[in-house]
């Protein structure tokens, strides 16, 4: 594997295992999750629902498909696109003065201080950036400039 190649998948695959961890454990606790969720104040209860039920094993998913580079570019852009969603939403909680956890990684719903969504803000900005790392490392390998 070229180094370029390498270092691409070694970003998606670094992306992929946080998306793996955090659809795990947000998977276990559907319930928690989707109350999390509903703090967000974006979307009804019943969406939450759904939302709960579903985006864990999506992340899940694409994490692993980002590890095994298995249907990779569609992983990527799920991957960015999830992402970008969750800095909206984050920012979206933190100008509006909400005081609550950013569910990233399942466990209990108590309250944060700005530093907490900060560091969330922060963490999904560093994974956006690996994996926009990554597919333009993937789109450079595709077009052969190698």
């Known amino acids: 594997m ?8 070694l970003a998606g695959a670094l992306v992929g295992a946080v998306f793996c961890y955090a659809g795990a454990l947000k998977a276990l606790e559907p319930g928690s999750f989707a109350d999390t969720i509903f703090r967000f104040r974006l979307v009804p209860w019943p969406v939450c629902v759904a939302i709960a039920l579903w985006l864990p094993w ?3 998913f694409t994490g ?10 569609g992983a990527l852009a799920i ?20 005081n609550i956890d950013c569910g990233c990684f399942g466990g209990e719903n ?22 926009a790392f990554a597919a333009r490392q993937d789109g450079r390998s595709i077009k052969g400039h190698e």
């Open 79 to 98: 991957g960015i696109g999830m992402t970008v969603l969750f800095l909206f939403a984050l920012i979206s909680a933190m100008m509006r003065g909400l």
């Open 2 to 9: 070229k180094a370029r190649n390498w270092t691409g998948w």
């Open 58 to 60: 999506i992340e899940v």
């Open 110 to 131: 108590e309250p944060t201080n700005s530093s907490g969504i900060w560091k969330s803000i922060l963490l999904d900005v560093v994974l956006l950036a690996l994996l």
């Open 64 to 73: 692993l498909a980002l590890i095994a580079k298995k249907y990779y570019r």
